[in-house]
C-alpha cells in the first residue's frame, strides 16, 4: 500500500501541474528525485505517462460541450464550426507527432534529466513575463476558438514539438506562448491547449500501454488507477481555476514560479 500512496501524490501533481503551464514532466523528474517508486523500469516509464489519462478525462468532462463535434437529435448532426476547431487540432499535432515517433528514445536519454528541466522553466518563464509585458496595452486578434486558422494551429504545434524535446518547457506553458505571440487571447490559447492535450495524451498513452503489454500485477494496476483517478479530480479544480483565473490575471505569476523553482532547481543539484 506504500507504493499505492506513493502514486496517489504522483496524480496529485500530475493533475496540478498538467494544466498550469509549469510543466508536468518537469515536477515528475524533480518529485522522482525524492520520492522513488519500487517498480520496475519498464513500468515507470509507462506510469509517467498513461497516468495523464485521469487529467484527459478531466478536459472531456468540463469541456464535453466544446469538444463533442456533432450534436444528436432525430439524426446525428456534424457541427461545422467544431469540426474545423478539431481538424486544426490534429494540424497542430502534425509536428510533436512526426518527431516524437522517430526520435522520442533519444531525446529521453539526452534531455530527461534536471539540469535540461531547470534550464527550460527558467526560459520559458522568462519568455512569460517577456510576452505579458509585451501584450500589456494590446488587444487580442484572436478572440473565439473559430477564429483560429490552420496556420495558427500548425505554428502552435511547432510549440507543442519544443516541449516534447525538452521537458520542463510544458506543453501547455508553450502551446499557451505560441498562442500569445499569434495575439491570441489568454481564454482561447488555454481551451485551445486543453482540447489539444486530448489526442496528444491519449494516443501517447494508448502506445506505452501497448508497448508494455497489459500483463500488470494487482499492486501495478492499484498504482496506475488510484494516480489516474487522483488526477482526474485534481484536474477538474485546476482547469476551472485557472480558467477563471486568466479572465481577470495574466500568466506573469508562472512565469515568476518556473524562474524561482528553475534557479532553486539548479542551486540544490550544485551542492548535493
Not at 220 to 240: N, Q
Request: hydrophobic letters at 55%.
Amino acid at each position: 500500500m506504500t507504493e499505492v500512496w506513493k502514486a496517489v501524490l504522483f496524480g496529485i501533481v500530475e493533475g496540478i501541474t498538467e494544466w498550469l503551464p509549469i510543466s508536468s514532466t518537469g515536477h515528475m523528474i524533480l518529485l522522482e528525485e525524492f520520492i522513488k517508486l519500487e517498480e520496475s523500469e519498464a513500468f515507470l516509464d509507462m506510469f509517467r505517462v498513461v497516468i495523464q489519462l485521469g487529467a484527459i478525462l478531466a478536459v472531456v468532462k468540463i469541456f464535453w460541450k466544446e469538444a463533442l463535434p456533432f450534436s444528436f437529435g432525430k439524426v446525428i448532426k456534424f457541427e461545422r464550426e467544431k469540426v474545423s476547431t478539431w481538424t486544426k487540432i490534429f494540424v497542430a499535432c502534425i509536428p510533436a507527432a512526426v518527431v516524437g515517433m522517430m526520435w522520442e528514445e533519444l531525446f529521453t536519454s539526452l534531455f530527461y534529466n534536471y539540469y535540461t528541466v531547470a534550464l527550460a522553466l527558467i526560459v520559458f518563464g522568462i519568455l512569460f513575463l517577456f510576452i505579458e509585458t509585451k501584450n500589456k496595452h494590446r488587444e487580442p486578434r484572436v478572440k473565439s476558438l473559430h477564429e483560429l486558422t490552420y496556420q495558427h494551429a500548425f505554428f502552435i504545434g511547432i510549440f507543442q514539438l519544443i516541449a516534447a524535446i525538452f521537458p520542463g518547457t510544458s506543453r501547455s506553458g508553450a502551446t499557451i506562448v505560441g498562442g500569445l505571440l499569434l495575439g491570441v487571447s489568454r481564454t482561447v490559447a488555454a481551451e485551445f491547449t486543453f482540447l489539444l492535450a486530448i489526442p496528444v495524451m491519449a494516443g501517447a498513452s494508448m502506445l506505452k500501454i501497448a508497448k508494455y503489454g497489459f500483463s500488470f500485477s494487482m499492486e501495478e494496476m492499484l498504482m496506475l488507477l488510484s494516480a489516474m483517478v487522483t488526477a482526474f479530480l485534481v484536474s477538474i479544480l485546476v482547469i476551472r481555476f485557472l480558467m477563471d483565473y486568466i479572465k481577470s490575471h495574466n500568466f506573469k505569476v508562472f512565469g515568476w514560479y518556473r524562474i524561482f523553482l528553475g534557479t532553486g532547481v539548479l542551486v540544490y543539484f550544485l551542492f548535493i
